[in-house]
């Protein structure tokens, strides 16, 4: 196994209360964290309202791992119900998979970095 040469001198801390939410689509609001790389790790929170869809990107071909911090969702279609500290995933080919806020939510997200061989073969 081959490691790329080092892109940071320190560890990145973050101090997610001093970035500001940013009205986004389909009810929900983004706060940003970070993009870094070419291959597309993000990462940020998400915060909803009830009756607000999140429908996995069919463009993006990444992966997202979410994490509920507060609230309550509802996967779709499978109508599952995700209660607060649930982690769970979107692979790269479940676009049109999403979930529905039940309750106030806000999510942790990361997108995972593309790495050519996910969804464009699937």
Do not use: C, Q
């Amino acid at each position: 196994m081959v490691y790329p040469a080092p892109r940071f001198e320190e560890p990145i801390v973050m101090h997610p209360d001093n970035f500001v939410w940013i009205p986004a689509a389909d009810g929900f609001e983004n706060k940003r964290m970070g993009s870094f790389g070419e291959r597309g790790l993000e990462m940020g929170f998400l915060r909803g309202r009830p009756g607000a869809r999140h429908v996995a990107d069919s463009a993006s071909f990444t992966r997202e791992l979410l994490f509920l911090l507060r609230g309550r969702l509802r996967l779709l279609p499978s109508n599952d119900e995700v209660d607060p500290e649930t982690a769970w995933r979107f692979e790269a080919n479940d676009a049109g998979a999403a979930f529905e806020v039940i309750d106030d939510a806000e999510i942790f997200a990361i997108k995972l970095p593309y790495f050519g061989d996910t969804a464009r073969s699937a």
